[in-house]
C-alpha cells in the first residue's frame, strides 16, 4: 500500500496506467537530462482566465450548488495537491538533476472521506452533507486502491508539498477572499417541508439576494404542489 515512492515496481491496473508507464519507458531512454514528474489528483479553484480541471473541490461544489446527490469512492485512497504549489515551485522543479519525481500534498482519507472534508470546509451543514455526499461502497470492492504517491524525494530538496487539510484551508480561504472582492457571501438554506437545501449568492453590505439555486419561486410552487396534492389525496380518503 501506498504511499509510494520513485523507486518501488510499478504495476498498473489499466490501459491508461500502462500506456504512462511505457511513456516513462521511452522517455528515458531517448533522453538523458528529462525529468519525469509523477502527479497525484491535482485541485484548485477556476478564476478568469483560468479552468479548473475536475477534482475534489470541483465536484464536491458542483454537488453541492446543484444539491445533486454524488457518490464518492470508500474504497480508495489518493494524493489530492493544490496546484497552486506546483505552479509556484516549478521553475525550482526544471532546475533538478534529470530523474523521477513524485508531486503530492500527504492524505490519509479515503475519496469518500476528503469529499466530507472538502464540503465542511465549504460551509456545508452536517444535514446537507449527509444528503449530499454519499458514499460509494461497490466501486473497488473487490480490492482497495492506494494511488497516494511519497514526496519526500522532493521535499529533501527543499520543495514542498502541504498536507490535504493544509490545502483544502488555503483553497477555501481563497475562494472566501474572492467571494469578498465580489462583496457577497454564500449562504446554505434548508427548507424543511421539502427536505432539501437552497445556495444563495448574498450582498454583504445589501443583504439582497444576488443568485440562487434552486430559485425561490420554485421552491415556493414546489412545496404548494405538495400541499395541493396532500389535501387531494385527503379528500379521496
Not at 477556476?46 to 458542483?62: D, E, H, Q, R
Request: glycine content about 4%; charged content about 30%.
Amino acid at each position: 500500500c501506498g504511499p509510494f515512492k520513485e523507486d518501488e515496481p510499478l504495476s498498473a491496473v489499466t490501459v491508461y496506467g500502462q500506456n504512462k508507464i511505457e511513456c516513462e519507458e521511452l522517455i528515458q531512454k531517448q533522453l538523458d537530462d528529462a525529468i519525469i514528474l509523477r502527479f497525484t489528483w491535482m485541485m484548485g479553484l477556476s478564476y478568469p482566465g483560468i479552468k479548473a480541471s475536475p477534482s475534489i473541490i470541483k465536484n464536491v461544489m458542483n454537488a453541492l450548488i446543484s444539491h445533486t446527490p454524488t457518490l464518492f469512492t470508500v474504497n480508495e485512497k489518493r494524493g489530492m495537491t493544490y496546484a497552486k504549489h506546483l505552479a509556484t515551485q516549478f521553475d525550482k522543479i526544471t532546475k533538478l538533476e534529470p530523474g523521477i519525481y513524485h508531486v503530492a500534498s500527504k492524505n490519509t482519507m479515503t475519496t469518500y472521506e476528503s469529499a466530507k472534508y472538502v464540503a465542511k470546509a465549504l460551509g456545508a451543514s452536517d444535514e446537507l452533507i449527509e444528503e449530499i455526499i454519499l458514499p460509494n461502497n461497490e466501486r473497488y470492492q473487490d480490492r482497495f486502491r492506494d494511488y497516494r504517491l511519497d514526496s519526500e524525494k522532493l521535499e529533501s530538496l527543499g520543495i514542498h508539498f502541504a498536507t490535504f487539510e493544509e490545502d483544502v484551508k488555503e483553497i477555501s480561504q481563497a475562494l472566501s477572499e474572492f467571494m469578498s472582492k465580489l462583496n457577497t457571501n454564500l449562504e446554505f438554506d434548508y427548507y424543511e417541508k421539502l427536505g432539501r437545501f437552497a445556495v444563495k449568492m448574498i450582498d454583504k453590505q445589501t443583504k439582497e439576494v444576488i443568485k440562487e439555486f434552486p430559485p425561490e419561486k420554485i421552491l415556493e410552487a414546489m412545496e404548494k404542489t405538495r400541499e395541493w396534492i396532500g389535501l387531494i389525496l385527503d379528500k379521496k380518503a
